[in-house]
DNA sequence: TCTGGGGTCCTAGGACCC
DNA sequence: TCTGGGGTCCTAGGACCC
């Protein structure tokens, strides 16, 4: 046994774990919900009775999480939050608390660390843990070492884990969702073809919902029908890449090691509108939200040291058609004025005549901010680009560059 | 009143360079 | 009047993941 994944729920307040409960929402709206009921009690002071219920949540928002009582109504994580108001009205709902669970995240992921010191971060709830060196790794397949890990993350935070032991993290991965909750499982390479080619296809990491649908028109369904393909079939239909890809997966085949340290590529903030907002009429809301989101992104750099060259909008319209602009600049800044006005730039190349539901900036080509690279350059050099051209002609360190036909004059 | 926020990686065309 | 062939960078979009 090489790989070993495990995977957290994150779920305070153990008094609800039998009842049906959603984390989720905008913070807002289940704020408000809070305020009208119990004004000033803290979320621990709340008799279990007395919580906010998902069918008075008005608004956006998504499920971050639910208990498993509330996912046997067929809700859980990304569904919204008016959808599963009517699947299952009776949940208690919760806000999120992010500190908290980033918190808890540093937790769990220092524990394992601590038994197990190869240790690759996916996300806030996710790790995957390579213990073909830790002593004892391999008692009864590796499941001795996962209950001790297991037994430790419950003492430490109090939080649950599933855990999968198998020859690669893909297969690792797949093994941890067999046993859910606060299960372990052991996977070898001889199970792919029992235990994995029933799964259905969304169950290899790596294929989505797109895939899943060119998949099931060419009638492959399990992970062993694409296992059952010629591979030279699934590069012609899939590409060269993911073809291959594809066939190595269904077969179990995955060679990529744990890897316990990398860099940050980009860092972003966007927020979704409480409304859609419209570029004529909301103009001061909208401009407002743009400047601090740019601040935002300039403070997450700074803090964590980093600076860049490439910065970006996103923005999404209210038919969910995403746009991005982004445009690379001569030297890495990590400074939130200089974010807001080429960011303001990329704006201006965008088509604002709909109404948009989010607003993005990005920062991308990072680098270290201590780095040698990343100092100014000595002189800026001129280049041709229509954008540039642009920004030449608006730019002059003007808070309010002209207009561009055709656009709003708004940032 | 379906559909968050923060990421990574890939593709593909054009510019530009040697 | 048939115009190579790499390589890298930039930009836009898209799939996917937690």
């Known amino acids: 046994m090489d790989a070993f994944f495990a995977s957290v729920e994150l779920l305070r307040y153990p008094q609800l774990l039998g009842l049906p409960v959603v984390i989720g929402g905008g913070r807002r709206q289940v704020d408000e919900i809070l305020r009208q009921r119990h004004a000033g009690l803290a979320l621990s002071e709340i008799p279990p009775a007395d919580f906010p219920l998902l069918r008075d949540y008005v608004g956006r928002g998504v499920i971050t999480t639910a208990t498993y009582p509330a996912r046997r109504f067929g809700v859980g994580s990304a569904m919204g939050m008016m959808k599963a108001a009517k699947l299952c009205p009776q949940a208690i709902v919760l806000p999120v608390d992010f500190d908290e669970v980033r918190r808890y995240s540093r937790l769990f992921k220092s524990t394992i660390a601590e038994i197990a010191p190869l240790v690759e971060d996916r996300g806030v709830d996710e790790v995957y843990v390579d213990f073909t060196e830790v002593p004892g790794g391999q008692r009864q397949g590796g499941r001795a070492l996962a209950r001790l890990i297991q037994r430790a993350i419950f003492d430490k935070t109090g939080l649950t884990c599933s855990i999968g032991v198998a020859p690669n993290k893909l297969i690792a991965k797949m093994a941890s969702e067999f046993n859910k909750p606060n299960g372990i499982s052991i996977f070898h390479q001889e199970d792919v073809q029992s235990l994995i080619w029933p799964l259905p296809v969304r169950k290899i990491n790596g294929i989505g919902p797109k895939a899943e649908v060119k998949l099931a028109k060419l009638h492959l369904h399990t992970i062993g029908d694409i296992a059952a393909q010629q591979r030279d079939w699934l590069i012609d239909n899939f590409g060269k890449s993911y073809g291959a890809w594809m066939h190595d997966a269904a077969w179990g085949r995955d060679e990529r090691p744990v890897v316990t340290e990398s860099e940050p590529v980009s860092m972003s903030r966007e927020t979704t509108f409480d409304r859609d907002l419209h570029a ?132």
Do not use: W
């Not at 201006?348 to 109404?355: A, E, F, H, P, S």
């Not at 900036?361 to 040698?372: F, H, I």
């Open 280 to 411: 004529v009429r909301d103009k001061e809301e909208l401009g407002a939200i743009f400047t601090q989101l740019c601040m935002k992104v300039a403070g997450d750099l700074q803090r964590k040291g980093y600076v860049g060259k490439t910065i970006g909008i996103k923005l999404r319209y209210d038919d969910f058609r995403i746009a991005t602009r982004d445009q690379t600049i001569d030297h890495f800044t990590a400074d939130g004025k200089t974010i807001r006005q080429t960011a303001g730039q990329c704006l201006k190349r965008v088509d604002l005549g709909r109404r948009l539901r989010l607003l993005g900036v990005r920062v991308g080509n990072l680098a270290k901010a201590d780095a040698p690279e990343t100092r100014p350059v000595p002189r800026a050099k001129p280049s041709g680009s229509a954008a540039d051209a642009d920004a030449d002609a608006a730019g002059h360190d003007d808070p309010q560059p002209a207009p561009l036909s055709g656009t709003l004059n708004l940032f």
